[in-house]
């Protein structure tokens, strides 16, 4: 048996964060988001695929319109007779006027299956001898361990368990955490394959003996410098034997590629320009792609670190952004602390401020305090401020 599994498309997304995109920007990358879709429902034809499985995240219930909703049921009623199968996630779930269960205007079509209940329930496909095992997110965010129990009901000898969960261990930072599982208990469930969604990179769950047992096939597209690198849909094979074997098929029209920049030594602009050129130059990033290049280090006083727009303007990729947080003055801060290396007031600062850091064992505090010196002293120095910590 063929199946193809993609999720966290989140058509219509709002699309903020820290890549900074303009109106006009934001409006090409949700236009993008619908072309990965279509891409991943392609990819089910081209790969004669008996099943396409969504475990959640379909669209963003807060501003998805009922246009769109309509545009993904028609891309599902052309690849027909695959089978579609979608979790509700927490993003996509069942709140008053989802178009899961008050489609405006269109219908969904008879070879898409929604599941549409918040306890685990089971649909047969005797034809391929398999079973499909879903749930839905019944409002945004179900945190109940739902796999510390078997999961109930009828399974055929290839039997598929769907749902939009987080895996212990792996959760990135700040990701609200969804039916929490362990990887133990999703293989005593004893499910042939699990399709997971919810995390936005790809991972594989194996059995102690190697065997492939779940994924995540991670989102369709980029949205934020989080979801950097290529982004997928999965297709898979169920042998006979129960045996998966997964491959994964870039579907996304642009990437997020993340650059880092030591600026140490860097003495003015025009050789920050160069540098960030060339590391953008060897990470592969094409025209198409969005950028993120994050500076670090320690800045000459001669660079003007906060003179980043002349990066940011330059027209080699769909957009770059420019994150300084990780970047410090080139002080040395005991010398200044010495009278003889300072003017008194300047002296007389640092030498507090250290004073300060030293005696906190805080490291959240003692991070505050090493951000006042150099505002301090930037201040003192007439130089420009700007935030430091953007993230």
């Known amino acids: 048996m063929r199946f193809v599994q993609f999720s966290d498309v ?44 969504i475990p959640g995240d379909l669209f963003d219930y807060e501003s998805v319109t009922p246009e769109t909703a309509s545009i993904a ?22 709140c008053p006027g989802s178009p899961y269960i008050d489609p405006s205007g269109f219908r969904w079509p008879d070879n898409v299956h929604i599941f549409i209940e918040s306890n685990f329930r089971t649909v047969a496909i005797p034809e391929l001898e398999c079973s499909v095992t879903g749930i839905a997110h019944a409002h945004a965010g179900v945190t109940d361990r ?22 212990d261990g792996f959760i990135p930072v700040g990701k609200e955490t969804v039916i929490p599982f362990s990887d133990s208990e999703l293989l005593a469930q004893g499910f042939t394959y699990a399709a997971v969604g919810h995390y936005h990179s790809p991972a594989h769950i194996r059995d102690g003996s190697g065997n492939v047992k779940g994924a995540y096939s991670g989102c369709v ?26 491959e994964s098929r870039d579907v996304a029209e642009r990437r997020v590629v993340s650059v880092e920049v030591d600026v140490t030594g860097i003495r003015d602009i025009a050789g920050l320009l160069a540098k960030v050129e060339a590391v953008e130059a060897a990470s592969g990033a094409r025209p198409r792609d ?3 290049v994050a500076l670090y280090g320690a800045a000459a006083s001669t660079l003007e670190i906060n003179d980043t727009d002349r990066i940011e303007r330059t027209e080699r990729f769909f957009h770059t952004c420019v994150n300084t947080s990780r970047v410090v003055p080139d002080y040395d801060l005991r010398a ?5 290396a300072a003017p ?11 004073e300060m850091i030293d005696n906190t064992a805080d490291e959240r505090e003692q991070a505050a305090l090493q951000d006042a010196v150099y505002y301090g002293l930037y201040a003192l ?9 953007v993230d």
């Open 10 to 53: 989140h058509l219509d997304s709002s699309i903020g964060g820290a890549l900074g995109l303009p109106a006009d920007k934001r409006a090409v990358l949700r236009r993008d988001i619908a072309a990965s879709l279509a891409r991943a429902c392609a990819l089910a034809s081209e790969c004669r695929a008996d099943v396409v499985l």
């Open 73 to 94: 049921a028609d891309m599902f009623a052309s690849i027909a007779p695959a089978r579609v199968f979608i979790s509700p996630g927490n993003h996509d779930s069942l």
């Open 146 to 167: 739902l796999l510390a129990e078997r999961v109930p009901g009828d399974r055929a000898g290839v039997s598929i368990l769907l749902f939009h969960g987080s895996r």
């Open 221 to 246: 597209q980029g949205r934020d410098i989080g979801e950097a690198g290529e982004k997928v849909a999965l297709v898979g094979e169920i042998a006979p034997d129960g045996r998966v074997e997964l």
């Open 290 to 292: 969005i950028v993120s």
């Open 336 to 340: 200044l602390a010495r009278e003889s």
């Open 344 to 354: 008194s007031l300047k002296s007389a600062f640092v030498r507090r401020m250290l």
């Open 381 to 389: 120095d007439g130089r420009k401020l700007e935030p430091r910590d």
